[in-house]
T-cell receptor, first 114, second 110 residues
Framework: DGGITQSPKYLFRKEGQNVTLSCEQNLNHDAMYWYRQDPGQGLRLIYYSQIVNDFQKGDIAEGYSVSREKKESFPLTVTSAQKNPTAFYLC?????????????FGSGTRLTVV | GQNIDQPTEMTATEGAIVQINCTYQTSGFNGLFWYQQHAGEAPTFLSYNVLDGLEEKGRFSSFLSRSKGYSYLLLKELQMKDSASYLCAVRGTNAGKSTFGDGTTLTVKP
């Protein structure tokens, strides 16, 4: 079955440490996105990518980095420059032009600073 | 940019009908989506509107008025499992990106 796989489900980060969140899709979608969700709030866009080897900053890109070396993969690195990284991170994908079904989401990674 | 407003919380009774409103201001519009999100889980797609009018899908319906920047999600015959957060999202004309409202937490009571 096609879908998006995020790993790990839970992640703990120490102060000053970089961590990488994995996102893999087998839907043959061109576009991929990373969103952050804080308690009681909606989703805020971190980075997005329309094609391989190209990506753009979203609304809250500071302290994050991404790569898109393969169509299927869009990993997110949370760097030590991100001062408040504790949140629920969601990866999503869609066709490049968008369609009637919006995003397909992964199951999310819950990141906690310890 | 985009600005999306929806009520923070709503409560309704099992078997009843509830309407969740969403207003938006946008610099580019390419569709409005409603997603359902249960606590601790990822959002799942409910409905899509790009033209004015009502779209019906089983117990769920969604309405759009582009001239008014307004949408609503209508849930009929409420069930306990409908207790969740409902997210309104507007897709812009740039790269298929969507901007999300903060969500409406619906509690269904017996």
């Amino acid at each position: 079955d096609g879908g998006i796989t995020q790993s790990p489900k839970y992640l703990f980060r120490k102060e000053g440490q970089n961590v990488t969140l994995s996102c893999e899709q087998n839907l043959n979608h061109d576009a991929m996105y990373w969103y952050r969700q804080d308690p009681g709030q909606g989703l805020r866009l971190i980075y997005y990518s329309q094609i391989v080897n190209d990506f753009q900053k979203g609304d809250i890109a500071e302290g994050y980095s991404v790569s898109r070396e393969k169509k299927e993969s869009f990993p997110l690195t949370v760097t030590s420059a991100q001062k408040n990284p504790t949140a629920f991170y969601l990866c999503a994908s869609s066709t490049w032009t968008g369609d009637n079904y919006g995003y397909t989401f992964g199951s999310g990674t819950r990141l906690t600073v310890v | 940019g985009q600005n999306i407003d929806q009520p923070t919380e709503m409560t309704a009774t099992e078997g009843a009908i509830v309407q969740i409103n969403c207003t938006y201001q946008t610099s580019g519009f390419n569709g409005l989506f409603w997603y359902q999100q249960h606590a601790g889980e990822a959002p799942t797609f409910l409905s899509y509107n790009v033209l004015d009018g009502l779209e019906e899908k089983g117990r769920f319906s969604s309405f759009l008025s582009r001239s008014k920047g307004y949408s609503y999600l209508l849930l009929k015959e409420l069930q306990m499992k409908d207790s969740a957060s409902y997210l309104c999202a507007v897709r812009g004309t740039n790269a298929g990106k969507s901007t999300f409202g903060d969500g409406t937490t619906l509690t269904v009571k017996p």
